[in-house]
């Protein structure tokens, strides 16, 4: 069975430093992985998704992954960031067999950027 | 074009009421879920609905049942209100078949059970 673990709960962080939001998964087998991001009242937007190819990936507003099957992880890293990422962050992940329907998240990390 | 609409946006209920929340898309997506948010244990798969006339249940199915009406539309009902169902709930909806899709997410719907 999928599994994602989000270790952070919180990561607070100052303006302008950079970020790692980590993420662990767990799955027999290949798997599609995601990175959502929920602003306060909201719900939830695509921040970056990893299918296959190159392990670092892109996304929106600055951030990025790095997928690493040997030691299954996803973190998301930002190198600078801004007042206006003080977010709740998702990882999640699709198993690819049977269809890949079920998307399974993590726990979420809150990120607090502060002045 | 308006994604993925829930509907309420907030419900109060007292216990043992039974209440249906709905969803619907209009991105032709085959796959629908309903998750449930609540503080420290991020989204909770209910049940997902891998094409219409197709549901299956996720993690926490206890206590509710779904309907997929038909492509653009899946309810999430409570047929027995309890405090434990005090939640945010959220529906998605994910095109294709094969999980590398993105799922567009509705607004949510903040229940309390009383």
């Known amino acids: 069975a999928q599994s994602v673990t989000q270790l952070d709960s919180q990561v607070p962080v100052f303006e302008e430093a950079p970020v790692e939001l980590r993420c662990n998964y767990s799955?027999?087998?290949?798997?599609?992985l995601f990175w959502y991001v929920q602003y306060p009242n909201q719900g939830l937007q695509l921040l970056l998704k990893y299918l296959s190819g190159s392990t670092l990936v892109k996304g929106i507003n600055g951030f990025e992954a790095e997928f690493n099957k040997s030691q299954t992880s996803f973190h998301l890293r930002k190198p600078s960031v801004h007042i206006s990422d003080t977010a709740e962050y998702f990882c999640a992940v699709s198993d690819p067999t049977g269809g890949g329907n079920k998307l399974t998240f993590g726990t979420g990390t809150q990120l607090k950027v502060e002045l | 074009n308006a994604g993925v609409t829930q509907t309420p946006k907030f419900q109060v209920l007292k216990t043992g009421q039974s209440m249906t929340l709905q969803c619907a898309q209009d991105?032709?997506?085959?796959?629908m879920y309903w998750y449930r948010q609540d503080p420290g244990m991020g989204l909770r798969l209910i049940y997902y609905?891998?094409?219409?006339?197709?549901?299956d249940k996720g993690e926490v199915p206890n206590g509710y049942n779904v309907s997929r009406l038909n492509k653009r539309e899946f309810s999430l009902r409570l047929e027995s209100a309890a405090p434990s169902q005090t939640s945010v709930y959220f529906c998605?909806?994910?095109?294709?078949?094969?999980?590398?899709?993105?799922?567009?997410f509705g607004q949510g719907t903040r229940l309390t059970v009383v």
């Open positions: 991105m032709n997506h085959n796959s």
């Open positions: 998605a909806s994910r095109g294709g078949g094969t999980g590398a899709t993105e799922a567009f």
């Open positions: 799955s027999s087998v290949s798997v599609y």
């Open positions: 609905s891998a094409s219409e006339g197709t549901t």
